[in-house]
């Protein structure tokens, strides 16, 4: 199972809103509605941000938006903060009943 | 309050194994699912498998089968990852995750670094 496609970089200005894509294929993201996005700070355990490709765990707040369209999955995060600089990852629930990970994007918070 | 708590760092040689634990609190342990993820340093996250602590139920990734037993223990509420034939590529932390329902990691371990080293 190859590792979901997201862009190894983004960034943005406080205040503004990024979009942090993750691609796989018909055996993944096209398959089921099963994509989660986790945000890591560096030096910590992984968090869950989304699940079910668009809910939010209470806590979570609701700049953190998620959204799918075909194999591609989509995180937005609206109003950047600093605190929000951090590793992301995408992951999927799979046809072979495994789980697989984006290889993960580094957020900057210009 | 919903804890994972993983045992400490482990210093091992290439071939030998490595056990890691992982002790559930704060809810009905066999209700839910356990997922082991690692991530070698500065690299992404790797799903490796899930066990089920209600049946013992195993479902490993690919590239891990064969080397990687997961395992649960109801009576302490912990579940186990062994992995072995380790070699330098095995060096990492290594997670685990609570499932629920249709998606896991809305709780975590704080992670066990394991090195593997002549």
């Known amino acids: 199972q190859s590792a979901l496609t997201q862009p190894p970089s983004v960034s943005g200005s406080p205040g503004q809103s990024v979009t942090i894509s993750c691609t796989g294929t018909?055996?993944?993201?096209?398959?089921?509605?099963?994509v989660s996005w986790y945000q890591q700070p560096p030096g910590t355990a992984p968090k869950l941000l989304i699940y079910?490709?668009?809910n939010r765990p209470s806590g979570v707040p609701d700049r953190f938006s998620g959204s799918k369209s075909g194999s591609t999955a989509s995180l937005t995060i609206s109003g950047l903060q600093t605190e929000d600089e951090a590793d992301y990852y995408c992951?999927?629930?799979?046809?072979?009943?495994?789980?697989?990970f984006g290889g993960g994007t580094k957020l900057t918070v210009l | 309050q919903v804890q994972l708590v993983q045992s400490g760092a482990e210093a091992t040689k290439p071939g030998a194994s490595v056990k890691v634990s992982c002790t559930a609190s704060?809810?009905?342990?066999?209700?839910?699912?356990i997922s082991w993820v690692r991530q070698a340093p500065g690299q992404g996250l790797e799903w490796m498998g899930w066990?089920?602590?209600?049946?013992?139920?195993?479902n490993y990734a690919q590239k891990f089968k064969g080397r990687v037993t997961m395992t649960t223990d109801t009576s302490t509420a912990t579940a186990y990852m062994e992995l072995r034939s380790l070699t330098s590529d095995d060096s990492a932390f290594y997670y685990c995750?609570?499932?629920?329902?249709?998606?896991?990691?809305?709780?975590w371990g704080q992670g066990t670094l394991v090195t593997v080293s002549s």
């Open positions: 018909s055996s993944d993201v096209g398959s089921y509605n099963r």
């Open positions: 079910a490709v668009n």
């Open positions: 995750a609570r499932h629920s329902g249709i998606f896991f990691g809305d709780n």
């Open positions: 066990v089920s602590p209600d049946n013992g139920k195993t």
């Open positions: 704060g809810y009905t342990f066999t209700r839910h699912g």
């Open positions: 992951s999927s629930y799979t046809t072979t009943t495994t789980w697989v």
